[in-house]
């Protein structure tokens, strides 16, 4: 399912406009200003009961190699985001 779809499905399922349902969507899920992920660059964690659980973590500096070329590159220190997924999502999928 991707974004549209969702929309999609949001709207139907709930009896909303297809904007009232986008802007829904991307009220959670944006990348950059989402609730999601505004609350991952302050530093906290998302955890839906059930769901899941986003949570940014802290990739250390390292030393890498080019696959092509053999050459050793520095990649720099960073913050990811992580997903954990919760008991109900993993029993749903057999997990």
Do not use: H
Not at 7 to 22: F, I
Not at 62 to 67: D, I, L, S
């Amino acid at each position: 399912m991707n974004k549209s779809e969702m929309v999609e499905a949001l709207a139907t399922s709930q009896g909303l406009s297809k904007v009232q349902a986008g802007n829904i969507v991307a009220s959670i899920f944006d990348g950059e200003t989402g609730l999601i992920a505004s609350t991952l660059k302050g530093g906290g964690e998302v955890s839906l009961q059930g769901f899941g659980t986003f949570k940014a973590t802290e990739r250390k500096a390292r030393v890498a190699t080019n696959p092509k070329t053999g050459e050793k590159i520095q990649v720099a220190a960073k913050k990811a985001p992580k997903f954990s997924p919760g008991k109900n999502l993993k029993a749903t999928l057999g997990g």
